[in-house]
């Protein structure tokens, strides 16, 4: 039987509509460019016929001119792949459509199922949602046609700016006041791009347009075969999964379970969309899946995915396979650590893309729901791996010129086509070499590589096998890759290589012989960026940091064991030091030096919470802590943000940034005058009139000193609700029995108090053991139902399923997973009695401990 592979199976999904791509113009979202940029895509869409790929967000009416497949006369149609829902998405298909006025068919390919834009809150359209936009957008693009036409008629110009405002069927505004949608004739004429393909734009352009709406559920991010995530720009990542109520802890992750799930009304959209997902995920797949949920989120989607099944879904011969749901709630520590993860570290520091969708900022503005924002700001997955260091030559000027020819392969190197007439923009290059400093500033923007799971070194990914390794391990074998490519290049360095450990010398070297020859550079790409990005990863100035995190993390796990008064200590001692640090230093240079900021404290502070949640949880009324450990800790973050406003956008201080902000520039205005007056005292025979202004200067340092008492209880009252939101994470385990199982699994690790593995390790061990998992709930099939409901009463019951007999097994994160939990979820299934049993891991993001601080302390907080 044909193992499951979640790229194959994207692929496949591409190539069956590979009728709509030929001789198309492919538009990509944010959230599908991310996804078919890890998966490889863009050559395959070539390959098919595609006439260009293009930004949906960015279009230009030029877009229509450019055709990498050599074909003549400007292209007839465009498909449309989004991972929106179809109201985010109309104003930037209409603003094609209007720009692009040679095209009569228009395909549009959305993630999102008809079901999920009727369920969403958002959304305006209904059960048959495809159909009717079909026809809305129709209507839009005849009424903008005319429109247009008749105002370029009256007014004798081509600058007429035209919006279109749907707002009775919920669409956004189709303008902003950075952007205007293009006007029919202010587009340069076929005539003059095609020669004698010319097109009547007087005809009626909406009879002669064709939409088709489809649903094209695998935009995703396959880090593997075996692991994968959503776009980061997605509608179903960006759906908040938690409202505003007393459980929540952030809108981007589950609330705190109770053993109650939500239901009707209460179903967050996030939920909604995920179940969604997951049911025409395992339907590409042809998977029957039985599913088990472990938190009320999860219970939520897995209820959600039960009664979307059918009799005729269960009935057909599919391949059986088990779904595991687990709130990432449920464990916030191993996402918030600093673990032993060389993709963790890569993902945390390197660059990553902008972000593209201004829309889903205003939308949210004009419609804020009072259960919580209608979109969620998540971090991009595609990172930039900086080349120009690993690449860039240092000697002569001749050499620059080499680097134009490197970079001209680099380009090229995906397509074995001649594309020497689109590397035009290369021969301006050249020019900008001679400058030294344009030279690096355009380095740095052009020479950015990413990550494409399908890159393979002799038939091995190179992200599935760094994602299996821990760092050390992870770095010796991108070295061994290195060096086996140079063999196979026939090259040789004259570097002597320290066997078992890898340095920013033993790399580098390598990296820049690999990429020195045309053909070299484009034979291993692959290898090249996946070596530059740990070459940045490990470079002292971002390891520095990750190491002091991860050392601050393993004294707060030994104080966890020993006392609440030496772990309360700890966590002051933390907050205190950075907030000395971060008023006398260069935060950027501090960085470097492993030194940590106070938001890196208030992380580590949270760090601290959760583990004497664990650890202590009957010590104090309220929280883990007694009130006198509390309230040094307390007074000890004030008087750090009272030094330090710049950590005033977090959400518990919003309102008081400009307060905090005057009131330090008062202060540091005061030491300088200070400072400058026991310098310098000279009696002036004029100071001596001043003396009857005694009593005024007495009244403004009153005012002064009652504002910044005013300032300070205001500080407590802020800091009196963080720590009742610390409170919140402490007690996350309080609802669900994982204690008495979890100290029993983690007694083999006593030798080594480091070794404490997270939540999906422990379940997974549990599970493939066949052991009982407290809280974890088996969702019935509709037959399964049946049999309980109606045969069972005859002796035909269906026995419960065990997750452990499945072949397949497919566990998905709601509220996203790390790089961590993938390798001990694999080390959990090499360490089980069936490590031939096929593991499917995804998550709804790829979190780093930056990521979760954002989602616990930013905008997305319920603090």
Excluded at 12 to 19: A, E, K
Excluded at 389 to 405: C, G, H, K, M, Y
Excluded at 498 to 525: C, E, F, H, W
Aim: with cysteine.
């Amino acid at each position: 039987m044909a193992t499951v592979d979640v790229i194959k199976c994207c692929i496949d999904s591409i190539r069956q509509i590979s009728d709509e791509i030929r001789d198309a113009i492919i538009y990509l979202d944010a959230g599908s460019t991310e996804s078919f940029e890890f998966l490889g895509a863009f050559s395959l869409f070539l390959e098919l016929g595609a006439h260009a790929i293009c930004s949906l967000e960015k279009m230009s009416p030029l877009d229509k001119v450019v055709d990498w497949n050599s074909t003549s006369g400007p292209a007839k149609k465009i498909v449309v792949i989004t991972s929106r829902l179809l109201s985010d998405a109309h104003r930037y298909i209409l603003r094609c459509l209007s720009a692009l006025q040679t095209v009569c068919s228009c395909a549009i390919f959305t993630c999102i199922s008809e079901t999920g834009h009727s369920a969403y809150p958002e959304s305006p359209l209904g059960p048959d949602a495809y159909r009717e936009y079909e026809s809305l957008l129709v209507q839009d693009y005849e009424e903008l046609a005319g429109k247009s036409l008749r105002n370029s008629s009256h007014a004798g110009e081509s600058t007429v700016k035209e919006s279109v405002s749907a707002e009775d069927e919920g669409w956004s505004q189709l303008t902003t006041s950075k952007e205007a949608t293009p006007n029919f004739s202010s587009v340069a004429s076929p005539q003059k791009l095609y020669g004698d393909s010319v097109i009547d734009l007087t005809e009626d352009v909406g009879k002669k347009l064709k939409v088709s709406v489809h649903h094209f559920p695998l935009v995703l991010c396959p880090f593997s075969p075996r692991f994968f995530v959503l776009p980061s720009e997605g509608s179903v990542a960006e759906a908040y999964l938690s409202t505003e109520h007393d459980n929540s802890i952030s809108f981007g992750l589950p609330p705190i379970s109770t053993g109650t799930p939500a239901d009707g009304e209460d179903v967050p959209p996030g939920a909604i969309l995920t179940a969604q997902f997951l049911y025409h995920l395992a339907a590409k797949m042809d998977l029957k899946l039985e599913i088990f949920s472990l938190g009320d989120i999860s219970k939520t989607v897995g209820k959600l995915l039960t009664d979307m099944s059918s009799l005729y879904d269960v009935g057909r011969r599919k391949r059986s396979a088990g779904l595991l749901l687990i709130d990432r709630t449920l464990d916030l520590l191993t996402p918030c650590c600093h673990g032993d993860s060389l993709v963790d570290r890569m993902f945390s520091s390197l660059p990553r893309r902008e972000r593209m969708s201004p829309f889903s900022q205003a939308k949210s503005s004009q419609s804020q729901l009072k259960l919580g924002p209608a979109y969620l700001q998540r971090s991009p997955l595609t990172v930039q791996i900086p080349l120009n260091n690993s690449l860039r030559e240092e000697t002569s000027s001749f050499d620059n010129f080499q680097l134009v020819a490197n970079i001209e392969a680099f380009l090229r190197g995906w397509s074995s086509r001649d594309s020497t007439s689109q590397m035009v923009e290369l021969v301006n290059l050249s020019a900008k070499l001679s400058d030294e400093m344009s030279l690096q500033d355009f380095q740095s923007d052009l020479l950015c590589g990413s990550f494409v799971s399908t890159e393979n070194f002799h038939g091995t990914p190179y992200l599935e096998a760094i994602l299996e390794r821990r760092t050390k391990d992870g770095a010796v074998l991108i070295k061994k890759w290195l060096q086996e490519s140079l063999r196979r290049e026939n090259m040789s360095l004259n570097v002597k290589v320290r066997p078992g450990y890898v340095s920013k010398s033993d790399l580098q070297p390598m990296i820049k012989a690999l990429a020195k020859s045309q053909s070299s550079l484009t034979k291993n790409k692959g290898i090249i960026q996946l070596a530059a990005a740990a070459l940045y990863a490990l470079d002292e100035s971002h390891s520095a940091k990750w190491d002091a995190f991860n050392s601050a993390e393993k004294i707060l796990n030994v104080n966890a064991g020993d006392t609440s008064q030496s772990l309360a200590a700890q966590i002051c001692d933390l907050i205190n030091k950075s907030a000395f640090v971060s008023s006398q230093g260069n935060n950027k240079l501090d960085a470097q030096r492993g030194i940590l900021t106070l938001q890196d404290a208030l992380l580590l502070t949270v760090v601290g919470y959760i583990l004497a949640g664990e650890n202590f949880p009957s010590s104090g009324t309220v929280g883990p802590f007694s009130w006198q450990e509390e309230h040094f800790m307390k007074e000890a973050i004030v008087d750090a943000i009272v030094e330090n406003p710049t950590v005033a956008k977090l959400k518990f201080l919003q309102g008081l940034t400009q307060d905090l902000e005057a009131n330090f520039n008062r202060q540091s205005e005061e030491k300088k005058e200070g400072l400058s007056n026991t310098e310098s005292v000279d009696f002036d025979d004029d100071d001596w009139g001043s003396w009857g202004d005694e009593d005024a200067g007495k009244d403004k340092n009153k005012e002064q000193v009652y504002g910044d008492m005013q300032l300070k209880l205001e500080l407590r009252d802020r800091a009196d609700n963080l720590f009742k939101f610390f409170h919140k994470l402490s007690s996350l385990k309080k609802n669900i029995s994982f204690r008495e199982w979890s100290q029993a699994l983690e007694s083999k690790f006593n030798d080594d108090p480091y070794s404490n593995k997270g939540l999906l390790y422990k379940v997974l061990s549990r599970v493939l053991a066949k052991h009982e998992v407290p809280g974890l709930e088996y969702h019935s099939s509709t037959v399964g139902r049946l049999f309980k409901s109606g045969f069972g009463r005859f002796g035909l019951g269906q026995a419960k399923p065990s997750l452990a007999d499945q072949d397949v097994i497919l566990v998905f994160v709601v509220g996203g997973i790390n790089g961590v939990e993938v390798r001990e979820a694999q080390e959990a299934l090499s360490e089980s009695s069936r490590p031939e049993v096929e593991l499917i891991i995804g998550g709804t993001t790829l979190l780093t401990p930056n990521d979760m601080f954002e989602l616990l302390l930013g905008d997305c907080s319920c603090v």
